[in-house]
């Protein structure tokens, strides 16, 4: 299977459709009087299909056990044509628009088996998925476009050429697939002068995303918070939580680091661990949902 650890929990929702034609208006009739001898059609078939979408990763290999949290299932009659609606919900890493789609065809599956005694000429057709939402393409096209960010590790070992920098290169990474242009991407030691001068020129600049990397740990020469926090306008306590969450739910020494999120004016700043997973794990908690928030800081920037 696909690995999903680096997504986030988000609520999924996928709705399909299935399309059972009968050959005649007596079938109809059966169905709607419930004179179909085998039962209750649409209950029945109902039934199976909620059956069917708990089973869908015992059939199919390459789809993710998951909570299924809600089941809907609806019919609409169009002359001969009954049209199966299936939702299905989630509050999940990965999206049900399999399991939707699987439903969707179970309970096509059982009408058929239902009426074949009365209606030998049944057609099943068009099992597709008509809509989903909660992943991120629902919000690929949502984010400010033309960001730019400075990259901005924090180590006295790196600065000294004595270990490769791996975490910046990540952050980087990340930024990229998330279209941010990178102004600058720059080493320097755990120095509090230092750290700050380059957050109030990368903001005289009007450089949007500032993203420190090390620093946030509790050993004497972390002080990349201390030097950053009297320089922000405000802090933004929800991405610092979202970021040790995600991190604690993966490695538990997460929890001892000190990542912080602000502003300054209009620009965004970040001070995420200086460890290469610690760095990754915070950019993917937060990113590119993240972004959001320069609908909001663009407003300020023209007040």
């Known amino acids: 299977?696909?690995?999903i650890t680096h997504k986030n929990?988000?609520?999924?929702?996928?709705?399909?459709?299935?399309t059972v034609k009968v050959s005649k208006p007596e079938t109809i009739d059966a169905i709607k009087n419930n004179t179909v001898p085998k039962g209750h059609v649409f209950a029945m078939s109902k039934a199976a299909g909620l059956l069917g979408v708990k089973r869908t990763p015992d059939i199919l290999p390459d789809c993710h056990p998951l909570p299924i949290e809600f089941t809907g299932v609806e019919y609409e009659i169009d002359g001969l044509n009954i049209h199966i609606i299936f939702t299905?919900?989630?509050?999940?890493?990965?999206?049900?628009?399999?399991e939707a789609m699987?439903?969707?065809?179970v309970v096509a599956l059982n009408m058929y088996d239902m009426?074949?005694?009365?209606?030998?000429g049944i057609e099943i057709h068009a099992i597709k998925l008509l809509k989903k939402k909660g992943g991120k393409s629902d919000y690929k096209n949502r984010f400010k476009k033309d960001l730019t960010a400075a990259v901005i590790v924090c180590s006295d070992s790196i600065s000294a050429g004595q270990k490769e920098d791996k975490a910046g290169k990540a952050i980087i990474e990340k930024l990229k697939s998330c279209e941010v242009k990178i102004s600058e991407y720059v080493i320097i030691p755990d120095e509090v002068d230092a750290i700050q001068s380059k957050l109030k020129m990368y903001h005289e600049n009007n450089i949007d995303l500032?993203?420190?990397t090390g620093g946030t740990g509790l050993s004497a020469r972390d002080v990349t918070p201390e030097a950053l926090l009297p320089i922000l306008d405000r802090r933004i306590p929800g991405i610092e939580e979202a970021i040790r969450s995600y991190g604690q739910q993966r490695m538990p020494f997460a929890m001892l680091s000190r990542s912080i999120a602000g502003t300054i004016g209009s620009t965004l700043v970040l001070?995420?661990?200086?460890s290469t997973n610690g760095a990754k794990e915070s950019m993917d908690a937060i990113f590119p949902s993240v972004l959001h928030s320069y609908g909001v800081l663009a407003g300020a920037r023209h007040d």
Request: charged share 20%.
């Open 102 to 105: 699987h439903g969707a065809s």
């Open 1 to 3: 299977m696909v690995d």
């Open 9 to 18: 929990t988000t609520l999924r929702t996928a709705i399909a459709q299935a």
């Open 271 to 274: 001070a995420l661990p200086g």
């Open 115 to 120: 009426l074949k005694p009365i209606d030998k």
């Open 210 to 212: 500032v993203i420190y």
């Open 88 to 98: 299905v919900k989630t509050i999940y890493k990965t999206g049900v628009e399999v």
